[in-house]
T-cell receptor, first 115, second 116 residues
Framework: AQTVTQSQPEMSVQEAETVTLSCTYD???????LFWYKQPPSRQMILVIR????KQQNATENRFSVNFQKAAKSFSLKISDSQLGDTAMYFC????????????WGAGTKLIIKP | GAVVSQHPSWVICKSGTSVKIECRSL??????MFWYRQFPKQSLMLMAT?????????EQGVEKDKFLINHASLTLSTLTVTSAHPEDSSFYIC????????????FGPGTRLTVL
C-alpha cells in the first residue's frame, strides 16, 4: 500500500522569504501522479501543483515549484517570495495512474507567513 | 480552472433527521466524484467513490445505509446523511475528477454539518 509522509507539522516564515515543505512517499508503482494541495482558513482545497512521475522535469507554477526525486521518493514544494495569502495547510497527495483515481494523503503541514 | 460547487455550505439539523449535500462540477464533466470527511486539524478521510450511473464504492468502516450517495449525472453527485446523530457532525468535502485534465481532482468548498 502507498503511504505519504509530511514530517513537518508546522512551519512559519517571514513574508517574502522562501520556504520548502517536505513530502516523502512509499510505493512500488512506476506510474503515478503527485500533487500539492493548499487549504486556507476558508477550508477550500486548492490545487497548487501536480507532477507526473514519468516526467523528469520538475513542475513549476509561478512562485511554486517542486523538487521531485523519484529514486528517493521525495516530492518537496518550494514557495518563493512568500505572501501572507500563502498561509494555509498544505497537503501532499499521491495517485496511482490507471487506478480508481483515489488520492493518498499526507497529514499536512501548517504554513504560517508572518508580516 | 475547473470549478466545483457544493451546497449547502453550512447546515444545522436535529438528531434523527436527514440532510442532503449536493456537489456539482460547473464547467466540466466528472465521471468520478469523491466524498471526504475532514475532522479538525486532520487530513481528508475518503468516505466513498462515486461513479456516474453506478453504485458508489464505500471505504471500510463507512456505513453505506447511513451515507447514501447518488451520482445520477456527469455533473452532480449527492450525499445524504440519513438519521443524523451528533457524531455525524463534521466537515464534508466533495471532489470531482476532470478526465480532460489528466485525472486531477478539483474540490468543492465543503459543507459544515452540525447535528444537534
Amino acid at each position: 500500500a502507498q503511504t505519504v509522509t509530511q514530517s513537518q507539522p508546522e512551519m512559519s516564515v517571514q513574508e517574502a522569504e522562501t520556504v520548502t515543505l517536505s513530502c516523502t512517499y512509499d510505493t512500488s508503482e512506476s506510474n503515478y501522479y503527485l500533487f500539492w494541495y493548499k487549504q486556507p482558513p476558508s477550508r477550500q482545497m486548492i490545487l497548487v501543483i501536480r507532477q507526473e512521475a514519468y516526467k523528469q522535469q520538475n513542475a513549476t507554477e509561478n512562485r511554486f515549484s517542486v523538487n521531485f526525486q523519484k529514486a528517493a521518493k521525495s516530492f518537496s514544494l518550494k514557495i518563493s517570495d512568500s505572501q501572507l495569502g500563502d498561509t494555509a495547510m498544505y497537503f501532499c497527495a499521491f495517485m496511482k495512474q490507471g487506478s480508481n483515481y483515489q488520492l493518498i494523503w499526507g497529514a499536512g503541514t501548517k504554513l504560517i507567513i508572518k508580516p | 480552472g475547473a470549478v466545483v460547487s457544493q451546497h449547502p455550505s453550512w447546515v444545522i439539523c436535529k438528531s434523527g433527521t436527514s440532510v442532503k449535500i449536493e456537489c456539482r462540477s460547473l464547467d466540466f464533466q466528472a465521471t468520478t466524484m469523491f466524498w471526504y470527511r475532514q475532522f479538525p486539524k486532520q487530513s481528508l478521510m475518503l468516505m466513498a467513490t462515486s461513479n456516474e450511473g453506478s453504485k458508489a464504492t464505500y471505504e471500510q468502516g463507512v456505513e453505506k445505509d447511513k451515507f447514501l450517495i447518488n451520482h445520477a449525472s456527469l455533473t452532480l453527485s449527492t450525499l445524504t446523511v440519513t438519521s443524523a446523530h451528533p457524531e455525524d457532525s463534521s466537515f464534508y468535502i466533495c471532489s470531482a475528477r476532470d478526465t480532460s485534465l489528466t485525472d486531477t481532482q478539483y474540490f468543492g468548498p465543503g459543507t459544515r454539518l452540525t447535528v444537534l
